[in-house]
């Protein structure tokens, strides 16, 4: 267990429909990361927060969104989702928000139909 | 703008052969780097990082990655593969609080 705690992690949904994928960083851990996992693209970065604001922005899409709470956990919200957008979707958090000590969690499979 | 090429999307060894999977990596500033490993239905975990120091680095399970900076490597090292080693890899470089991984190596032990 990497502390890192993604739920759930599987999901199935229809195109078109939105979904929100919840992850819980390791105790402790200021900042999180989201990436997306796919066949084709690779790992891509996705969005950055630390203590609650977001601070780096990679290849998200603007149907994407994502927020940290105030209990640090944070939340990636799709919408519109379409068959593409089928993937892995990661979060790794780490305690400063330089991200020398990454922490992946187990990830949230998303298959969009 | 960073980058990072992993030479050979899937590499094949026998169990007991040396492992070496292939990274090179561009940065316009000293990098952090950095390599993972992905299980099946399991998200990546940090085999070793270099960061500053000794360029020759030493990770879990018996992993060791030297940092070449004349020649942009990376590449990642172990002396005699063993069939839980099969998973797949990712090098990856840090410049600042982003990270940029490879595509990653898939490595099969053929027993």
């Known amino acids: 267990d990497s502390g890192v705690t993604q739920t759930p992690k599987h999901l199935i949904t229809a195109t078109g429909q939105r979904v929100t994928l919840r992850c819980s960083p390791r105790s402790g851990d200021l900042s999180v990361y989201w990436y997306q996992q796919s066949l084709d693209q690779g790992l891509q970065f996705l969005i950055q927060y630390y203590n609650g604001e977001e601070r780096a922005k990679g290849n998200i899409l603007e149907r994407f969104s994502a927020q940290q709470f105030p209990d640090l956990h944070s939340e990636l919200n799709l919408s519109s989702l379409e068959l593409g957008d089928s993937a892995l979707y990661f979060c790794?958090?780490?305690?400063?928000?330089?991200?020398?000590?990454?922490?992946f969690g187990s990830g949230t499979r998303l298959t969009v139909v | 703008a960073q980058s990072v090429t992993q030479l050979g999307s899937h590499v094949s060894v026998s169990e007991g052969a040396l492992v070496l999977l292939r990274c090179n990596y561009s940065?316009?500033?000293?990098?952090?780097l950095f390599w993972y490993v992905q299980y099946p239905n399991q998200g990546l975990q940090l085999l070793l990082k270099?960061?500053?120091?000794?360029?020759l680095v030493k990770g879990i399970n018996g992993f060791e990655a030297e940092f070449k900076k004349s020649e942009t490597s990376f590449h990642l090292t172990k002396p005699s593969a063993h069939m839980s080693d099969a998973a797949e890899y990712f090098c990856a470089v840090r410049t600042g609080n982003q990270f940029y991984f490879g595509t990653g190596t898939s490595l099969t032990v053929i027993p």
């Open positions: 940065s316009s500033v000293p990098p952090y």
């Open positions: 790794a958090s780490s305690g400063g928000w330089t991200g020398e000590d990454y922490t």
């Open positions: 270099y960061t500053t120091g000794a360029t």
